[in-house]
């Protein structure tokens, strides 16, 4: 699936704000790994997934490992991104339409 680099960037944009908001967790460095990491997953992704689902989907997947940074637990495989992306293309149907 081909995504525009603008709606992940958004996304992930607005997870680091949240996350700094409540975790106060410095994700310096991972900006590009983490984006590296969702375009992985998007690519990979055999449907249509609308542009605001993208921008979504990187904000929550961003937060995500926000936490689990600050929690010290076990950092997300691209694994469990395509599970999550699954999941959430089941869950928010509407954005699975163009």
């Known amino acids: 699936m081909n995504i525009e680099r603008n709606n992940l960037i958004n996304g992930i944009q607005r997870g680091f704000e949240r996350t700094s908001v409540h975790f106060g967790v410095p994700l310096k460095g991972q900006r590009e790994e983490i984006e590296s990491d969702l375009r992985r997953v998007f690519e990979a992704w055999p449907g249509e997934i609308h542009p605001r689902f993208v ?12 936490a689990r940074r600050r929690y010290e637990e076990r950092a997300l495989t691209n694994d469990d991104l395509t ?7 089941e869950f928010f149907n509407s954005f699975t339409h163009r």
Do not use: N, P, Q
Request: glycine share 0%.
């Open 83 to 89: 599970d999550f992306l699954k999941r959430s293309t």
């Open 55 to 66: 921008r979504l989907f990187a904000e929550m997947a961003t937060v995500a490992v926000a």
